[in-house]
């Protein structure tokens, strides 16, 4: 009554023609009309991406100036004031140590030192803040002179 359909395509094949069968990739050759519209699909988006990447250029270059010149300049001011509060706060760090020690004679004593400790680490630590500082603010100030044209 009912015919079954035989459209195995691995029917009939034996040995490594069957293994090569079944290893076979699934494609097809693509005729000469196919491979010609694909390659004119192919050359239009390449042309498509060159002209946006030139128009992203054009804007970039034109823009890149106008917002690295400033930042460079404020990183720039930044790096100078970061300087020239490390120099002050190094001539202050002889304070911190002279408190640092008052601090530890009192705590040895068994006295009140909180005011002093505050003191010293403040002072201790703000040379090496401010130098941090510097040259971070330094390395991006480099970078927007060095990318700004």
Not at 14 to 28: S, T, V
Not at 119 to 132: D, N
């Amino acid at each position: 009554m009912f015919k079954k359909k035989e459209d195995n395509p691995l029917k009939g094949l034996h040995g490594q023609e069957l293994i090569d069968a079944i290893n076979k990739p699934a494609y097809r050759v693509a005729t000469k009309e196919e491979m010609i519209a694909a390659q004119h699909r192919i050359d239009e988006l390449n042309r498509k991406y060159a002209r946006q990447e030139e128009i992203k250029n054009k804007i970039g270059y034109f823009l890149k100036p106008i917002f690295f010149t400033p930042l460079a300049f404020f990183f720039h001011f930044i790096t100078f004031i970061s300087r020239l509060a490390g120099a002050v706060s190094c001539i202050a760090m002889l304070y911190g140590l002279y408190c640092g020690y008052k601090a530890f004679t009192a705590w040895r004593a068994g006295e009140t030192f909180t005011a002093n400790v505050k003191t010293a680490v403040i002072l201790i630590a703000l040379p090496f803040i401010a130098y941090g500082i510097a040259e971070i603010s330094e390395r991006i100030w480099r970078y927007f002179e060095d990318n700004k044209y």
